[in-house]
Every structure is written in structure tokens, then in C-alpha cells.
């Protein structure tokens, strides 16, 4: 498995942001490996509501438009997420933040994107396991240009973040592994079709004055974040799965 820090200068502080103190200590957890998540994207905005507001802009600025998150959380899903972090703490790491690890997450997400986006794949040697790098190789080369523009999210692009499914495993080997997946929304403005399959929502957000309107997409995507608890093993998160749902497939 590789690792979030073989590019020293340029993820040492990426890989520093997804370690949370007290990073190398583990012990043992029976754990069952549950079945893979099935193929393909997943729902789009499962527990999320997303409105626009419209509010008058400061001595000539005309009106401005911005978007609101609300989320309305599965009770099941909080519930069962929260116990997966309380037994990482208990057998695996003491001292685990799930606001630490977003914060790097979102900072990892914004990074890579821009990485696929520039085509900089090179770059991405450390930060993403072998098999997900060959896959992007493969694929990115037959985008087109206003694709690739869509896979970029900017730190302050990202509009909202939540945790997927967590999972505590063994591999054949005996090997102990924690795996997060994390969903991203974000906004975009590369040229892209009005109906893109997949897509959450267009809006037309204002500035100035109605002459003068930028749109953007709202678009997601989905990082798994995997590290190795084994005794001995290099407390590194890596990124097991990149989807960007109709745009990298």
C-alpha cells in the first residue's frame, strides 16, 4: 500500500493534516471485511437540502445570490458511524478526531482534483494507492478539456462534506485496516452542459448586476481514505477510490 507522504515537499503537509495525535498505536479487533460497495455513483444529496437566497448587495452591487446547506442526518447512519469512530478510538487510536480528519480530507480532495484536473498524475504517486493511480492514467487521457476543468475543487469551492460508510477490517493476511469514505460537494465553473448527468443543480449566481452572471455546477465526488493499523505498519492515510460521478468514469 502506499502511502499519503512519498512526495515530501509537496504533501508533507497534506499528510500531516489526515494524522491525528497518537497515530501509531493499535490493538486487536475481530472484525468481519463487509462486502464492497457496489459500483457506480452514489445517490446524489442523500441528506441534503440545498436553497439559494437572494439578498441585496452593499451601495451598487446589485443583488447577490448564495447557497444555503441544510442537513437533515439518517438517525441509523449517525448512530452507526459514531460507533465505528468510538471503536477506532478504543483498539486503534486514542486520541482520532472525525473534525480532525475531515479538515484534512477536504484538504486532500481539494489537492488531488486539481492534480487530475492539471493532468499532473506524477504528482499523485504517494497520495493515492497503485491500482486507483493506474485506473486514473487510463481514463484521464480520453477526457476532454471541459471535463478535466470539472474535476478541480478549490478549497473554498467545497460547499459541503460528510462521511460515508466506515469500515474496520483484516485482510487474508491478518493485516488491520480502517477505511473512510468521504462524499464532497462543490462548486465548479468549467463549461459544461446545463443537464449534466448526475449533477445535483445548476444556479445562476449573480454579481453586479443581471448583465453579468457567472454559472456554476454543483458537483460531487468520492474519496475513500484507507490507513493500516498492523503493528509496525506507517501511520498513513491513503486514498483507496476516486469518483467523480459522470465526469471520471
Not at 502511502?3 to 486487536?28: K, N, T, V
Not at 441528506?47 to 438517525?75: D, K, L
Not at 492514467?137 to 470539472?150: C, G, P, T, V, W
Request: no cysteine; hydrophobic share 40%.
Amino acid at each position: 500500500m502506499m502511502a499519503l507522504r512519498a512526495a515530501p515537499r509537496r504533501a508533507r503537509w497534506l499528510a500531516g493534516a489526515l494524522l491525528a495525535p497518537g497515530a501509531a498505536r493499535a490493538a486487536p479487533l475481530a472484525a468481519r471485511v463487509p462486502d464492497p460497495l457496489p459500483p457506480g455513483p452514489l445517490p446524489a444529496l442523500p441528506a441534503v437540502r440545498f436553497a439559494s437566497s437572494g439578498t441585496q448587495g452593499t451601495e451598487g452591487e446589485g443583488p447577490q445570490r448564495r447557497v444555503v446547506v441544510v442537513r437533515i442526518t439518517n438517525p441509523l447512519a449517525w448512530l452507526r458511524t459514531r460507533f465505528y469512530y468510538l471503536l477506532i478510538r478504543l483498539y486503534f487510536d486514542s486520541e482520532f478526531s472525525i473534525e480532525e480528519f475531515t479538515r484534512g480530507a477536504k484538504q486532500a480532495f481539494s489537492v488531488v482534483s486539481q492534480l487530475l484536473s492539471q493532468r499532473k498524475l506524477d504528482l499523485l504517486d504517494g497520495l493515492v494507492s497503485t491500482e486507483v493511480l493506474q485506473m486514473l492514467k487510463e481514463k484521464i487521457s480520453s477526457l476532454s478539456e471541459n471535463h478535466r476543468d470539472a474535476l478541480a475543487a478549490d478549497m473554498d469551492a467545497i460547499m459541503y462534506t460528510t462521511e460515508g460508510d466506515v469500515r474496520i477490517y483484516y485482510d487474508d493476511d491478518g493485516r488491520k485496516f480502517v477505511s473512510i469514505l468521504m462524499r464532497f460537494w462543490y462548486l465548479n465553473s468549467a463549461n459544461l452542459p446545463d443537464e449534466v448527468p448526475g449533477e445535483t443543480k445548476v444556479f445562476q449566481i449573480v454579481f453586479g448586476d443581471e448583465s453579468t452572471k457567472e454559472k456554476r455546477h454543483i458537483l460531487t465526488a468520492n474519496y475513500e481514505f484507507q490507513r493500516e493499523f498492523t503493528e509496525g505498519a506507517k501511520p498513513d492515510w491513503t486514498i483507496t477510490r476516486i469518483e467523480h460521478p459522470k465526469l471520471l468514469e
